[in-house]
């Protein structure tokens, strides 16, 4: 049954969104003594960001932090939605269904945190990392398996490409066949 509802809700997505800070990295932030930070990204991620560009779908980040690092990483995946700094997640997700003409339902979040619940309520599909509080992982649709900074993204993405038929096609034109 859920399966047959994780179809439904992924064949109208247009467009996936991910917190930054415990999903696309494990949280940790390396602040250095010039100011600087560094973060760590899952390159498992990265390529399942560039497999959903390549079934038509369009990412992005939303995250409460700004920084050099993320700006930096979505410009390598070619995000079409980069919203850093963000105090309400919920008014940048409005704010982004509106300038791209989406609705809720054409919106797919991943969230770790308490902070992302108000954003849950505006997309028609929300997902987790393993690592998240109780109350997260109770209000998301998927919870992954996988934690934070982890490939839990790449994890999620690839549900949603399984669920739309679009998985093996895509990795056929990647020259990948599956045994």
Same mark, same amino acid.
């Given at each position: 049954?859920?399966?047959?509802?994780?179809?439904?809700?992924?064949?109208?997505?247009?467009?996936?969104?991910?917190?930054?800070?415990?999903?696309?990295?494990?949280?940790?932030?390396?602040?250095?003594?010039?100011?600087?930070?560094?973060?760590?990204?899952?390159?498992?991620?990265?390529?399942?960001?560039?497999?959903?560009? $390549? =079934?038509? %779908? #369009?990412?992005? +980040? @939303?995250?409460?932090?700004? !920084?050099?690092?993320?700006?930096?990483? $979505? =410009?390598? %995946? #070619?995000?079409? +939605? @980069?919203?850093?700094?963000? !105090?309400?997640?919920?008014?940048?997700?409005?704010?982004?269904?509106?300038?791209?003409?989406?609705?809720?339902?054409?919106?797919?979040?991943?969230?770790?945190?308490?902070?992302?619940?108000?954003?849950?309520?505006?997309?028609?599909?929300?997902?987790?990392?393993?690592?998240?509080?109780?109350?997260?992982?109770?209000?998301?649709?998927?919870?992954?398996?996988?934690?934070?900074?982890?490939?839990?993204?790449?994890?999620?993405?690839?549900?949603?490409?399984?669920?739309?038929?679009?998985?093996?096609?895509?990795?056929?034109?990647?020259?990948?066949?599956?045994?």
């Amino acid at each position: 049954m859920k399966d047959e509802l994780l179809a439904r809700r992924c064949q109208a997505l247009k467009l996936v969104l991910s917190d930054v800070d415990g999903v696309m990295t494990d949280g940790t932030i390396l602040l250095f003594a010039d100011g600087e930070e560094a973060k760590a990204f899952h390159v498992r991620d990265g390529y399942g960001i560039a497999l959903a560009h $390549a =079934a038509g %779908l #369009k990412t992005g +980040v @939303v995250s409460g932090r700004r !920084s050099p690092s993320v700006e930096r990483r $979505a =410009a390598e %995946l #070619k995000m079409a +939605v @980069v919203r850093l700094g963000v !105090s309400d997640k919920r008014a940048a997700i409005i704010e982004i269904r509106a300038e791209l003409g989406l609705g809720p339902e054409e919106i797919a979040y991943i969230g770790d945190d308490l902070n992302d619940l108000p954003a849950f309520a505006e997309v028609g599909l929300t997902a987790t990392p393993a690592d998240a509080p109780f109350e997260v992982k109770n209000q998301a649709f998927m919870v992954t398996e996988a934690r934070g900074g982890q490939g839990c993204v790449r994890e999620f993405l690839e549900a949603i490409l399984r669920a739309r038929g679009d998985w093996e096609k895509v990795l056929l034109g990647r020259g990948i066949t599956l045994g």
